[in-house]
Structure formats: C-alpha cells, structure tokens
C-alpha cells in the first residue's frame, strides 16, 4: 500500500528512545518524550546518566552545512567557557543523524541538557548577570562569520513583510504601518554609521524561553537555531525586546531591569553611541523578522493561530505599541 504524501510528522517518542540507545551507547532504561513541537520537534531524553535534548528539525528548515556550523559554533563556544548547551557525539563520534520520516529525511541532533529551568520574571540581578554572559560571547563572536544566513536589513525588514504580505492584505491599516514603518527603518540603516557598530556572529533569539537558571543563579543559554551573521546589537535590542514583552514599558520594574542589563553587557564590553541609539528600531525589526517567521511556517500552525486576525492583534498590540513608545519615525528615540 502507498502511504499518503505529508508535509510535517511527529515522529514516535518511544521509537526514538530505542534509537537513541544503540546510537549513544545509552542504557535501556532510557526514555524519551516530546517536550515541544513547531519549526523543530524537542524531545526529552532521560537516562541513568542525566537528562539530554534531542532536536528533530523540520523537513528542509536547515541544510546539514548550516547545522554543522551551529555545531562548530557551539563547540566553540563551550571551549571557551560559555555556558551553553552543546551537541553530543554518537558512538561513531557523528554529531548529526538523519532519520528517514514520512515527509523526507529529516536531521537531528542531541544536546547537553542546560540545567536550572527556566524563569518567566527575572531580578535585576539575573538581568544583569545575563548581561554579562551575552557580552562575553559577544567577545567570542565579533568578527567571527558562519556559512550561514547574514542579517541584513533587507533579509530582516523586506523579505520578511514579503512573507507577512501573503496573509494580510495590503490594504489594511496594520499593512500600511508596517510599509511605512520599513521605510523610515530602512533609510535610518542606510544612514547609520557602520564603523561604529560591532559585526559578529549573533544568537538571534536569546529570551527567557531559550536561558535555564538554577537555584543558585547559573545561566545556560540554548537553542541557537538562528544563529547566523549580523550586528551584535540585534542580540541586546532582541532581549529588551522580550523583557518588555513581559514586564510591559508602564511596569516600575521594567526600565530598572533593562538599566541592569545593559550594565551587566557593559561591565563586558560598551556599547556605542550608535548601537545604542539603534536598540529600539532593531527590537521593532525583530518583531518583523519573527512575524515573518511565523508565516513561513505556516505548516507548523494551525489556521486559527495564524490568521488575519491574529496579525492584525499582533501589530497593533506589540509592533506600533513598542515603535510609539520609543518614538520611533521622526522623532528622539529612548534608551
């Protein structure tokens, strides 16, 4: 019988466990569990041993070049005492398999577990410190480029709307921010005084959901699957980005906390003038590139998550919010 073409899978917990046992050398009372689905599948895998992350990713999301280089990065990383969690090999001393899914053969990697867990409302003083731990691979990065994507205004800003554009309709007020707000964005990059702005290789999407904390305030960042090139300052306005997410611009906590950050970063490295007057308008641009995410994967969720009336909430509620509240688009921006 001929098995139906699909697009997207989930792969079997328990068959992956059995894997994982013979390709690890792992013992057969390890168990294995989705903990997280959507671009890449995450499972859990527990062992005698410890706990590990085996990461399945999605049918043609990345090439294996672009892995390996996530794998050299990470490697990298770790031997320079970053607190990340970093891909283990098999008993081939093999970091990537593949596994032959529905859809097409489909990667995978297994990682360390980053121990802690994860915090949803941070101290100061954990802002601070995450400060410091972004800055200190910063200092690893900088100059540094992988064979992978670069972030250029172009790739973050219009290509991204391109993909926005398929779903909301180019008459709409939402669409008609969005437009004028990429102009102003783009012609403000294309001003911008480049000698004063550190180029690198950038994490992309460090926030809460990708930072495990412990009891005792130890910091592992993981998750780098859009890791690739850019400018260092991408990775701090992303951060602000989601604090303020959470803590929201009125909240007494929030500007505090962002000073403490920011303080944490310095005590590294400084910042420019420049990177820090570009901050907010490269949060915007994130918001952006990770709506424009959203409907690339489009496969991945459902139509009830992914609909005109969603971005049309998302927009308004969190893009314009954080582009007003910085007064981006003409007039002095805030720190």
């Not at 540094?144 to 309709?169: C, G, H, M, W």
């Not at 437009?179 to 000698?195: G, H, N, P, V």
């Not at 690739?228 to 991408?234: E, P, R, V």
């Amino acid at each position: 019988m001929t098995h139906f073409p699909v697009t997207n899978s989930n792969l079997s917990a328990k068959h992956l466990g059995l894997f994982l046992q013979k390709k690890y050398a792992l013992s057969k009372d390890t168990t294995c569990q989705i903990i997280k689905a959507g671009i890449n599948d995450t499972y859990l895998v527990t062992d005698v041993t410890g706990k590990y992350v085996f990461r399945v990713y999605s049918l043609n999301w990345r090439t294996k070049t672009e892995i390996e280089e996530e794998i050299t990065l990470l490697l990298r990383l770790k031997e320079n005492g970053i607190a990340v969690s970093y891909p283990l090999p098999d008993k081939e001393n093999n970091y990537i398999q593949t596994l032959n899914a529905p859809e097409g053969d489909r990667f995978a990697v297994l990682f360390t577990f980053a121990a802690g867990k994860k915090q949803h409302i941070i101290s100061e003083e954990t802002h601070f410190q995450i400060g410091q731990l972004i800055a200190r691979l910063h200092k690893i990065t900088i100059h540094q480029r992988l064979n992978r994507i670069d972030y250029t205004p172009e790739v973050i800003l219009v290509d991204s709307l391109n993909k926005v554009s398929a779903f909301l309709s180019s008459d709409t007020a939402e669409m008609h921010f969005m437009r004028s707000a990429q102009t102003y964005l783009l012609k403000e990059f294309e001003t911008s005084d480049i000698s004063q702005i550190r180029h690198g290789i950038v994490h992309l999407d460090i926030w809460f959901d990708n930072l495990n904390i412990t009891t005792d305030n130890q910091i592992t960042i993981f998750d780098f699957d859009f890791c690739g090139n850019g400018w260092l300052c991408l990775d701090v306005a992303y951060y602000i980005l989601q604090l303020h997410n959470i803590e929201k611009y009125e909240a007494k906590d929030y500007q505090p906390k962002v000073d403490h950050f920011l303080k944490g970063y310095e005590s590294v490295t400084p910042l420019s003038t420049e990177e820090k007057r570009l901050i907010p308008m490269l949060g915007v641009c994130l918001y952006f590139f990770y709506l424009g995410v959203q409907c690339q994967r489009y496969d991945n969720w459902s139509n009830s998550f992914l609909s005109e009336n969603y971005l049309k909430r998302f927009i308004t509620g969190l893009v314009k919010r954080y582009y007003d509240i910085y007064k981006i688009g003409g007039h002095e921006n805030g720190g």
